[in-house]
C-alpha cells in the first residue's frame, strides 16, 4: 500500500491550504500551515497529542508552502502541534529542528501543559461558532472618544465584589462591579493590554518573576490562556467573547494593544517555540551579513520582518479574526514604526500601511500607532503615520507634566491644547490623530508621578538600570509617601490638574486605569514584570479614592458635554466674520498672548476662550453643533491670580470644574466678562457661558 493510500484508510486526506489553522466541519478538522521547509528538502508533520503525553503523527501534503491535511473524527478540544523537518543550517538563517514541537501561528486557542514549565504550550482545535445575540459595536467616533487604559487581570484580581473564581480573567471583565465603574467614569472605551498568547521570558523565570504586561506573543489568534476562568481546552475564546458583549452592551468599544513586531520566542539562541521552527528566514528580519542574528528594532532580540508577504498575511488575517469573529473595534499597535519597514527603513508608503486602508474591515476600525521603535536613526515617528491613523502624542505627555511642575513653555503648552497641528496638520489629519496622555501602563502611575522623583525598579532583578530616567516627576517635598497634610494636599490637586489639562486638550484623551483611585507601583516606572501588589488596582477605596473617582467623572462629563473640548479640525485663532474667533489666548492681565510671552520660560499661566459657535463639530445629520463660550484658565504658578475675564458683552460664565475642590466642583458665584476672576495656585477653572437663542 502506498503512503497516501495508507493515509486515506487511516481517515487522513489533503486538506484545503487556503484556510490556515485548525477548523473543524462536521467531519473532522482541516489542518494547514504555512513553512518553508519544503524549499530544503524538509518536510511537515501534524502531531494529535493526548493528554497522557501521546503523539500520532499525520503526513501532511505541500501546496506552495503550505502544509495541510485533513483528519476525520478530531474535532473540538484536540490538542496539536507540528514538526518540521530541514537543516539546521543558522548561517543561511535556517533553523529547522523536527524534535521541537512547534506552536500552530493560527491557533484559535492554546494550552499550558505543564506548571513548572511556562512556556510549554500546545494548540487547541477550537469550535468558533457563538451566539452574538443582538451585540452591537458601540461606533463611537474618534471625537466622542475617551480611552481607559487596563489589563485583563490587573484590575479586577484584587476587587472584593467580584467573586473570588473569576478574579483576574475574562470573566470578571463582564462582571457588575468592573462594568458598572467603567460606565460610571464616562469613558467610551477600553483598551486592554496583550491579551493575545504570550509568554514569559526565560530571564524572568530564571529570577522568579512572570511577564505581567504580555508583550511576547507566540499566538496572535489565541486569547491569553492564562486569563481564562473556566478551563483553556477552547473555553477562553468563549470567555473573551462574552467580556466583548458585555462591554458593548455598556456603550463600551474593546481596543486590544497588539504586537505584531515581534514575538515571544527571543534571541537566536533561545529553542524554536513556533516560527523559528516553521520559516525562521520568512518570519523574522536578519542580518544580511550575518543570518544567524537578527536585525532588532524591538529590544526583544527579534523582529518581524513585514517585508514578506506571508508575514503580512500572518498580521491582516490576525487582525480581521478579531473584528470578524471577536467582534473587537480597535488596535492599538506596539511598536509600530516597526511594522512598516518592508526595506528596513520606515516607510510611510509600505505594503502594511497600503493592505490596512484598502480593507474593507480593517479601515473602518480605530488604528493607533505607538509611532516610535528602538536601535535606529529613524526610531522616532511621531506625526509619521498616514491618514487613517491615530498615534500616541509623548509631546502631549512631556509638556502637561512639565508644566504644572514648572518647567515647560507656554508655546508648547498650547500647540499641545490646540490639538498638536504642528504634527498632524502635514498628513490632512485633524485633532483626533493625536491620542492624548499623561500616564499609561508604561512608565510611573499619576500618583507616583507627583510622589517619586526618582524611579524604584529594584523589584525587576535588573539593579535599577531598566526603565526611564527622567519621568519627569516632582515629589513635592519630600521623596516617596508622606504623612505632611501640605504636601498630600499639592500632590492631589496636582494630579487633578494634569489629568483635567488632558480632558480639556483637543485630540482624544487616554486615561491610564487607576489613576481614578490613586493606584500607586512604588516608584516603580517598569512593572512589566510585577504580577503583583506592584502593579495590581488596590480597591479598598479612602474617601482621597472616592473623591479622586468623582473629580474624573466630572472632567470626563465635562468634556463629552462640550462639543468645542472635541473638534474635528484644528483651532486657528481666525475671525472668520465672526464675534469672536475660535480661540481667542490671554495672559494673567486678560490680555492678548504675544510673541514674549509666548517663549517666556518662566510663564506659568494660561487661559484661552472656545468660542461656542465655531465648534467645528456637526452632529450626524451635518448640522453645526453649537455649545457654550468655554472659558479654560491653567495656573502653574503657586500664587493666587485675578484675571480680567474676556467674552462677549454681558456674557454669564457659571464655573464647571475647580481643582481646588477634591471633587472638580465649581462652586464659585457666576462671573460676567470683564469681572475678576480667582484662580487658586496650581489650579484649572473651566467655566462655560451659555449663547444667547
Known amino acids: 500500500m502506498t503512503d497516501a493510500a495508507a493515509a486515506g484508510a487511516s481517515g487522513v486526506r489533503p486538506g484545503d491550504p487556503g484556510v490556515l489553522g485548525a477548523t473543524p466541519d462536521a467531519e473532522g478538522t482541516n489542518f494547514a500551515v504555512y513553512s518553508s521547509a519544503g524549499a530544503y528538502d524538509g518536510a511537515v508533520t501534524l502531531c494529535l497529542l493526548d493528554d497522557r503525553g501521546g503523539e500520532r503523527r499525520v503526513p501532511m501534503w505541500q501546496e506552495r508552502d503550505v502544509w495541510s491535511c485533513h483528519v476525520a473524527g478530531v474535532g473540538p478540544g484536540q490538542l496539536y502541534g507540528y514538526r518540521a523537518s530541514g ?9 529547522f529542528d523536527a524534535s521541537r514541537l512547534l506552536l500552530d ?25 457563538y451566539d452574538w445575540g443582538a451585540d452591537r459595536a458601540p461606533g463611537r467616533p474618534w471625537s466622542e472618544t475617551v480611552i481607559y487604559e487596563t489589563h485583563v487581570r490587573g484590575i479586577s484580581v484584587e476587587h472584593p465584589d467580584v467573586p473570588q473564581e473569576l478574579r483576574g480573567t475574562y470573566a470578571a471583565l463582564a462582571t457588575a462591579p468592573i462594568l458598572d465603574h467603567l460606565a460610571s467614569l464616562g469613558v467610551t472605551a477600553v483598551e486592554l493590554l496583550p491579551v493575545h498568547q504570550f509568554v514569559d521570558e526565560q530571564s524572568l523565570l530564571d529570577r522568579r518573576l512572570r511577564n505581567y504586561w504580555g508583550y511576547m506573543t507566540v499566538g496572535f489568534f489565541a486569547p491569553h490562556a492564562g486569563y481564562s476562568a473556566g478551563g483553556t481546552r477552547g473555553q477562553q ?20 494593544d497588539v504586537v505584531y513586531n515581534h514575538t515571544g520566542e527571543g534571541g537566536p539562541g533561545d529553542p524554536a517555540l513556533s516560527f523559528r521552527g516553521l520559516a525562521n528566514e520568512v518570519y523574522y528580519r536578519l542580518d544580511p551579513s ?13 523582529s ?25 473595534d480597535g488596535f492599538r499597535f506596539d511598536l509600530a514604526a516597526e511594522l512598516a519597514r518592508q526595506h528596513g527603513y520606515v516607510d510611510r508608503l509600505s505594503a502594511f500601511f497600503d493592505l490596512l486602508y484598502q480593507d474593507p474591515v480593517l479601515s473602518r476600525v480605530k488604528l493607533i500607532a505607538e509611532p516610535w521603535d528602538v536601535g535606529a536613526p529613524d526610531s522616532y515617528q511621531v506625526g509619521g503615520f498616514p491618514t487613517g491613523w491615530s498615534e500616541w502624542n509623548d509631546h502631549v505627555r512631556d509638556t502637561i507634566r512639565d508644566f504644572w511642575r514648572g518647567r515647560a513653555g507656554l508655546g508648547d503648552l498650547g500647540t499641545r491644547l490646540a490639538g498638536s497641528s504642528d504634527l498632524f496638520a502635514v498628513s490632512r489629519r485633524g485633532p483626533d490623530a493625536s491620542v492624548n496622555f499623561v500616564t499609561a501602563h508604561d512608565g510611573k502611575t499619576l500618583s507616583d508621578l507627583v510622589t517619586y522623583e526618582a524611579k524604584y525598579n529594584q523589584a525587576n532583578g535588573e539593579g535599577n538600570t531598566d526603565g526611564a530616567g527622567d519621568d519627569h516627576a516632582d515629589n513635592y517635598g ?10 498630600a494636599a499639592v500632590r492631589q490637586r496636582q494630579r487633578r490638574n494634569m489629568l483635567a489639562t488632558l480632558l480639556l486638550a483637543q485630540g482624544v484623551p487616554m486615561i491610564c486605569g487607576g489613576d481614578e483611585i490613586g493606584r500607586t507601583q512604588r516608584g516603580n516606572n517598569n512593572a512589566y514584570c510585577q504580577d503583583n501588589a506592584i502593579s495590581w488596582y488596590d480597591w479598598r477605596l479612602g474617601d482621597d479614592a472616592r473623591q479622586a473617582i468623582a473629580f474624573v467623572k466630572r472632567a470626563v462629563g465635562l468634556r463629552l458635554a462640550h462639543p468645542a473640548l472635541r473638534r474635528r479640525s484644528f483651532l486657528s485663532g481666525a475671525v472668520d466674520g465672526g464675534a469672536l474667533p475660535d480661540v481667542t489666548w490671554f495672559g494673567p492681565d486678560g490680555g492678548p498672548m504675544t510673541v514674549d510671552r509666548w517663549n517666556d520660560p518662566a510663564g506659568s499661566f494660561l487661559g484661552l476662550l ?18 457654550a463660550d468655554l472659558l479654560v484658565v491653567l495656573n502653574a504658578g503657586e500664587r493666587e491670580v485675578r484675571v480680567p475675564v474676556p467674552g462677549r458683552p454681558g456674557a454669564a460664565y457659571t464655573v464647571l470644574l ?19 476672576l480667582a484662580v487658586g495656585g496650581r489650579t484649572v477653572v473651566v467655566a462655560a457661558a451659555p449663547l444667547a437663542r
Not at 468563549?238 to 486590544?256: D, P, S, T
Not at 463639530?617 to 453645526?624: L, M, Q
Open 290 to 302: 550575518d543570518p544567524s542574528r537578527y536585525l532588532d528594532t524591538t529590544g526583544t532580540r527579534n
Open 478 to 487: 519630600v521623596e516617596g509617601p508622606s504623612d505632611d497634610p501640605a504636601i
Open 105 to 129: 501561528p493560527y491557533a484559535r486557542a492554546m494550552t499550558p501543559v505543564d506548571p513548572a514549565q511556562p512556556r510549554l504550550l500546545r494548540c487547541v482545535v477550537v469550535d468558533g461558532a
Open 237 to 256: 475564546v468563549v470567555e473573551f467573547k462574552r467580556a466583548v458583549q458585555a462591554l458593548h452592551a455598556r456603550g463600551l468599544e474593546v481596543i486590544l
Open 610 to 627: 472656545l468660542a461656542g459657535d465655531r465648534t467645528g463639530t456637526v452632529d450626524a445629520g451635518g448640522r453645526p453643533l453649537g455649545d
Open 87 to 95: 537543516p539546521m543550517d543558522p548561517a543561511r538563517g535556517l533553523r
Open 658 to 676: 475647580d481643582t481646588t475642590d477634591a471633587a472638580g466642583a465649581g462652586g464659585a458665584a457666576p462671573v460676567r466678562a470683564g469681572d475678576s
Open 304 to 328: 518581524m520582518d513585514t517585508g514578506r508577504p506571508q508575514v503580512l498575511r500572518l498580521i491582516m488575517d490576525s487582525l480581521r479574526y478579531w473584528v470578524v469573529e471577536m467582534h473587537v
